[in-house]
T-cell receptor
Framework: DADVTQTPRNRITKTGKRIMLECSQT?????MYWYRQDPGLGLRLIYY???????NKGEISDGYSVSRQAQAKFSLSLESAIPNQTALYFC?????????FGSGTRLTVV | QKEVEQNSGPLSVPEGAIASLNCTYS??????FFWYRQYSGKSPELIMS????GDKEDGRFTAQLNKASQYVSLLIRDSQPSDSATYLC??????????????FGQGTILTVHP
């Protein structure tokens, strides 16, 4: 099994719909992160968390929310999806030694 | 000013040459730095981490850190076509209000041609 698992791998949704992306990890790390990637823009941080009660906004948190259900689970929600949220979304976990990424979720909002 | 900046390239080098990738960061509370490689459509993979000033070598890769200049670099020796990818620089904040924040640059596209 992968160390960091993201579901779904691909998703097409309509404008205005609520959608949740899920991430789970078996690495045992406290820190978990959500990023989005758009061509030419690298990875932009949406939210990050150190435990279930410690959640921090990243540089592009508007339009997104998160839930840390347990040390191993960190979900990202789009409350009302819009087309410019079409992107590749990555979850990551790790510590000062390095961070491991999931395989990504390709989200398309039509 | 972006917190982590890279030259987006593309950087093109011949097979067997040294590829030099550069990164600057603006937040002085950043203490740990990482280089990731990302193939198209895939997730980033960790190549190197560096925390102390100076050089760190791992096989064909050497990471260099200069905290006074807020500069990080990655050298790839004996470049191979399989090294063709996007290289991402990342900085981890170790203090202040951004403690634990992991910020990436926009990536440098490297092409190694035979």
């Amino acid at each position: 099994d992968a160390d960091v698992t993201q579901t779904p791998r691909n998703r097409i949704t309509k404008t205005g719909k609520r959608i949740m992306l899920e991430c789970s990890q078996t690495k045992g790390h406290d820190r978990m992160y959500w990023y989005r990637q758009d061509p030419g823009l690298g990875l932009r941080l949406i939210y990050y968390s150190f435990d279930v009660k410690d959640i921090n906004k990243g540089e592009i948190s508007d339009g997104y929310s998160v839930s840390r259900q347990a040390q191993a689970k960190f979900s990202l929600s789009l409350e009302s999806a819009i087309p410019n949220q079409t992107a590749l979304y990555f979850c990551a976990t790790g510590d000062q030694g390095g961070y491991t990424f999931g395989s990504g979720t390709r989200l398309t909002v039509v | 000013q972006k917190e982590v900046e890279q030259n987006s390239g593309p950087l093109s080098v011949p097979e067997g040459a040294i590829a030099s990738l550069n990164c600057t960061y603006s937040d002085r509370v950043s203490q740990s730095f990482f280089w990731y490689r990302q193939y198209s459509g895939k997730s980033p993979e960790l190549i190197m981490s560096i925390y102390s000033n100076g050089d760190k070598e791992d096989g064909r890769f050497t990471a260099q850190l200069n905290k006074a200049s807020q500069y990080v670099s990655l050298l790839i020796r004996d470049s191979q076509p399989s090294d063709s990818a996007t290289y991402l620089c990342a900085a981890l904040a170790a203090g202040g209000t951004s403690y634990g924040k992991l910020t990436f640059g926009q990536g440098t596209i490297l092409t190694v041609h035979p």
